[in-house]
């Protein structure tokens, strides 16, 4: 079983920046994707941006592409989004997930393991 946990959440200002950091933990998959999800008040969770563990492959939505990059370090086993220029509308639970396979994907369906949450505020 994988373990993970965000943190890094936090209140900022529209245009502000934020990093948040999703530690991994536990029987980690030498060929995986983790990704990040978000869930605002009232409405579904929706992929962010996800990158395969084993591989150069990275995937984002159209809402977030330019403005969020995420990453890995391989040897901390942590997944980093660098969130830059945020929005009002990019306020959230943020969440770290991961399933077995060298395929970003972007349905959460698909993914096994899932972390708590951090909460994004961004004021206007």
């Known amino acids: 079983q994988v373990q993970l946990v965000e943190s890094g959440g936090g209140l900022v200002q529209a245009g502000g920046s934020l990093r948040l950091s999703c530690a991994a933990s536990g029987r980690i998959f030498s060929a995986a994707t983790v990704s990040w999800f978000r869930q605002a008040l009232g409405k579904e969770r929706e992929f962010v941006a996800g990158i395969t563990w084993s591989g150069a492959w990275t995937r984002y939505s159209d809402s977030v592409k330019g403005r969020f990059t995420i990453s890995r370090d391989n040897a901390k086993n942590t997944v980093s989004l660098q969130m830059n220029s945020l929005k009002p509308e990019d306020t959230a639970v943020y969440y770290c997930?991961?399933?077995?396979?060298?395929?970003?994907?972007?349905?959460?369906?698909?993914?096994?393991?899932w972390g708590q949450g951090t909460q994004v505020t961004v004021s206007s």
């Open positions: 997930a991961s399933v077995r396979g060298s395929v970003v994907r972007s349905q959460g369906g698909e993914y096994d393991y």
